[in-house]
C-alpha cells in the first residue's frame, strides 16, 4: 500500500471521532499520517498516537510532541462522545461487543475499552465510567499476500503468528482475497469466520473490505459456533479465522479438517522462542491442519515476515533449518 493509501485509510478512521479530535488529528503533518497505527484517548490526559515505535501526543493544531506539555486534553465528555460515536449512535447493538471489552466501527477498525462494565438482573450489558479507547487503525493492503504465495502453496494449510499490531489480520484477508478471486488459479470458495467485523468490515449486509468475489463472512458469532456452521452450511473449500484463542475453537478446526475444509489462521505469537511455548500454537500444529508457519515482524514492520517454518522444522523445535522471508 502507498503512504497516500494509508494515509486515507487514517482520515476515514477519525470520521467516527468528535469534530475537536477530528480537527487535531487531521492537522497533524501529512508524512505522518500514513504511519499512524493507534489513536489513544484516556480522560484527563493528553490526545496520543502511536506509530508502531513510540507514543507521541497531539497539540490541539495538530503538532506532536514526546512529552504531554501542550497536548489536547481529553476529558471524560470527550470519551463518552467519541465512544457512542463509535457505535454509530447505536450503543445497544454493541452489547456483546462492548462486555468483551472492544467495539468495532462500520469501517472495520476495532476499538479497545477501559472501563468499568456492568451487567444488570436482566441481562443488559451497559459500559459505564470509560477511562480510555484505543482506535486500532484497519489497513486493506491489496497484495499483501503476494510474497507469502510465491513460497507456499495455501492448500498445505498456514498459520500466522505475531503480536498485536503485526499486521495479522490485513495479511490473513488479503490471502483469503486472492484465493476467492481466482489470484491464484480459480476461484475458490472461501469463508471468513469474522467474529469482530474486523476481516470484512460488514455493515448492513455489505463488505466494506474487498473479500474476494467467492468470499462469505459468518459475522458476530463466536469462532466455534461460527466455523461448525460454515462447514455445515456453506460447503467452504477454506476457512479463514482471526486470532485463534482457546483449544475449543483448535477442536473445531480437526472437525473441520475431517469435512476436507482448509485453513488458514492467526494467532498471537511475540518472538521465535514463544513459538515452541505458546500452547495454542501446538494445539494447532498437532490437528494437522497446518503445513507452513509464519512468524510475522513487530509492529514496525506490520505485515513483514522473519521466519517460515514448515510442520516438520517446527516438530523438529526449530533446528536451525527455517527460512528467513
Given at each position: ?23 487535531a488529528l487531521r492537522s497533524i503533518p501529512e508524512g ?137 489480520t490485513t495479511l490473513l484477508r488479503d490471502l483469503g ?116 508457519i509464519a512468524l510475522l515482524d513487530t509492529p514496525a ?25
Amino acid at each position: 500500500m502507498t503512504g497516500q493509501r494509508m494515509a486515507e485509510e487514517y482520515e476515514k478512521a477519525l470520521f467516527y471521532l468528535p469534530p475537536t479530535l477530528q480537527e487535531a488529528l487531521r492537522s497533524i503533518p501529512e508524512g505522518e499520517k500514513a504511519r499512524i497505527q493507534e489513536i489513544r484517548l484516556r480522560a484527563g490526559r493528553p490526545l496520543s498516537v502511536f506509530d508502531g515505535m513510540q507514543s507521541r501526543f497531539v497539540t490541539g493544531r495538530g503538532g506532536l510532541t514526546y512529552g504531554g506539555s501542550g497536548g489536547l486534553l481529553v476529558d471524560q465528555g470527550l470519551i463518552q462522545d467519541a465512544f457512542v460515536r463509535l457505535c454509530d449512535y447505536s450503543v445497544h447493538t454493541h452489547q456483546r461487543e462492548t462486555e468483551k471489552g472492544f467495539i468495532t466501527t462500520p469501517k472495520g477498525d476495532r476499538v479497545g475499552l477501559c472501563a468499568s462494565i456492568v451487567k444488570d438482573p436482566d441481562g443488559t450489558v451497559s459500559c459505564r465510567e470509560i477511562s480510555s479507547l484505543n482506535l486500532r487503525i484497519s489497513r486493506e493492503v491489496p497484495g499483501a499476500g503476494k510474497e507469502l504465495c510465491r513460497r507456499w502453496d495455501l492448500s498445505r494449510g498456514l498459520i500466522l503468528a505475531g503480536g498485536p499490531g503485526s499486521g495479522k489480520t490485513t495479511l490473513l484477508r488479503d490471502l483469503g482475497r486472492m484465493l476467492a478471486s481466482g489470484d491464484l488459479g480459480v476461484c475458490r470458495k472461501v469463508v471468513y469466520i469474522d467474529e469482530r467485523y474486523e476481516l470484512s468490515a460488514m455493515f448492513r449486509g455489505l463488505p466494506r473490505r474487498d473479500i474476494g468475489l467467492c468470499g462469505d463472512a459468518i459475522c458476530g458469532l463466536p469462532k466455534r459456533e461460527a466455523m461448525e456452521q460454515a462447514v455445515r452450511t456453506l460447503s467452504p473449500e477454506y476457512i479463514l479465522c482471526d486470532e485463534i484463542g482457546s483449544l475449543e475453537e483448535v477442536g473445531e478446526i480437526s472437525a473441520g479438517l475431517a469435512c476436507g475444509v482448509r485453513f488458514l489462521v492467526s494467532v498471537h505469537c511475540g518472538s521465535r522462542e514463544e513459538l515452541f511455548s505458546n500452547r495454542i500454537l501446538r494445539a494447532l500444529v498437532d490437528t494437522g491442519a497446518f503445513g507452513g508457519i509464519a512468524l510475522l515482524d513487530t509492529p514496525a514492520r506490520p505485515g513483514q515476515m522473519t521466519l517460515f517454518f514448515t510442520k516438520e522444522e517446527y516438530d523438529g523445535q526449530g533446528d536451525g533449518s527455517a527460512a528467513a522471508l
